[in-house]
């Protein structure tokens, strides 16, 4: 079947290798469709987002890049939104005013109220960083933030209806068992509400690869069970490497298409101008 990857970073924001890197080695490994998704403007300091000067000339760059290479694949321009209550609720608006193709929303840093000024930070290549907010925004009480953080999510897909939510149970991979297990009645409720509220609005769900050959995570985001439920639910997926370097844009497609596959998903989501179903062969 065709390989394609809508999840994508590149010097523009927090990856290392340029679009055009990215694209050539996309075309070396066989993807027929590509999206661009650099991190969105963000309002505060940050290393890994989009600048605001930085915007016209990734539309343009990802623009040129089409043309240059439309006779070998199929490319598209995103950006992939942080949602974070009271600071950044406009992903949507923001997206059609730049005019993407389509548009990834997901949750990184966690408030718990909305006039909060600390956030919670959940991704991120440092577990210390997880544990250090845990503790100082929630008192290390995993129950709490962990509710925070999918009722962010929630509110994100109603407020926004964005097409793809990136990596929706991410809370899990500094986890690593330590405060919660996946099995535990609250956390599976969370995210069976979560899943819910994706099918209530059309939402994609991205299979992201990218903890497992990070060697982050055991599982991708988000993991088996889920996926299960997903398909319970008849909620549609997509398969995405959240690359960050120009290796990185084919990694474990074929193993996460393989995994579905087992587990009983006949179809995916990807992009050619509007989001089509591809069948799994």
Same mark, same amino acid.
């Given at each position: 079947m065709d390989k394609f990857n809508f999840h994508s970073h590149s010097t523009f924001c927090d990856g290392k290798s340029?679009?055009?890197? #990215?694209?050539?080695?996309a075309i070396e490994k066989g993807l027929k469709y590509y999206g661009f998704s650099s991190h969105a403007?963000?309002? =505060?300091?940050? @290393?890994?987002a989009l600048k605001k000067d930085e915007i016209k000339d990734y539309l343009t760059q990802t623009h040129y890049l089409k043309e240059k290479y439309k006779d070998k694949i199929k490319l598209f321009t995103s950006m992939e939104f942080d949602y974070i209550t009271d600071i950044m609720e406009d992903n949507r608006k923001q997206a059609e005013e730049f005019g993407l193709d389509y548009f990834i929303s997901s949750v990184h840093e966690v408030k718990e109220h909305n006039?909060?000024?600390? #956030?919670?930070?959940i991704d991120g290549h440092d577990s210390k960083i997880y544990d250090d907010g845990l503790?100082?925004?929630f008192d290390n009480d995993i129950k709490r933030g962990v509710t925070r953080f999918y009722l962010q999510e929630q509110e994100m897909i109603e407020k926004n209806?964005?097409?793809?939510?990136? @990596?929706?149970?991410?809370?899990? #991979? @500094?986890?690593?068992?330590r405060y =919660?297990?996946?099995n535990d009645a609250w956390y599976e409720e969370l995210v069976r509400s979560t899943i819910d509220v994706m099918k209530k609005y059309d939402t994609i769900c991205e299979i992201n690869t990218r903890g497992v050959y990070k060697h982050r995570s055991d599982d991708f985001f988000p993991n088996k069970k889920w996926?299960?439920?997903?398909?319970e639910k008849n909620v549609p997926i997509t398969i995405s490497t959240d690359c960050h370097k120009a290796d990185e844009v084919d990694l474990l497609f074929n193993q996460a298409i393989d995994i579905v596959?087992?587990?009983g998903v006949k179809e995916v989501m990807y992009f050619d101008n509007q989001w089509k179903k591809m069948q799994i062969v």
């Open positions: 340029t679009l055009e890197e #990215m694209v050539v080695s403007c963000v309002p =505060f300091e940050n @290393h890994f006039d909060s000024k600390d #956030m919670w930070f503790r100082d925004i209806r964005p097409d793809v939510i990136g @990596h929706f149970d991410k809370i899990n #991979m @500094h986890n690593k068992n =919660f297990n996946i996926i299960k439920i997903l398909l596959k087992e587990i």
